[in-house]
């Protein structure tokens, strides 16, 4: 029963993230997200799977986490690439003003 209970609790928290990783690709800057907290959930979903792997606990739940990690490591991703795009926008802002000024 606790395997279905944190397989349960696994998915709820599973739910949102691809709907946050098509948000923040759409939004195409990274200034509303967060680098350390992205790095935090990954930490605790490689904890959980490291948890699974010691204690010979390898199970359904086990991919739940996987599952998890990955989209959570393909917002890491969008992260840098938006970021990308806030400095290549920077960067074409500050030429913009230069332009005005001379």
């Given at each position: 029963?606790?395997?279905v209970l944190e397989m349960i609790m696994l998915l709820c928290f599973g739910a949102s993230w691809p709907i946050n990783?098509?948000?923040?690709?759409?939004?195409?800057?990274?200034?509303?997200?967060s680098l350390p907290f992205i790095l935090?959930?990954?930490?605790?979903?490689l904890?959980?799977?490291?948890?699974?792997l010691y204690?010979?606990?390898?199970?359904?739940?086990?991919?739940?986490y996987v599952l998890n990690l990955a989209i959570v490591a393909v917002n890491l991703?969008?992260?840098?690439?938006?970021?990308?795009?806030?400095r290549s926008e920077e960067a074409a802002a500050h030429?913009?003003?230069n332009q005005k000024i001379a």
């Open positions: 029963m606790s395997n990783v098509y948000k923040n690709y759409r939004a195409r800057t990274a200034r509303a997200m935090l959930i990954i930490t605790g979903y904890a959980g799977i490291a948890a699974k204690t010979h606990n390898i199970n359904y739940v086990l991919a739940v991703l969008v992260y840098f690439r938006n970021q990308a795009i806030d030429v913009s003003a």
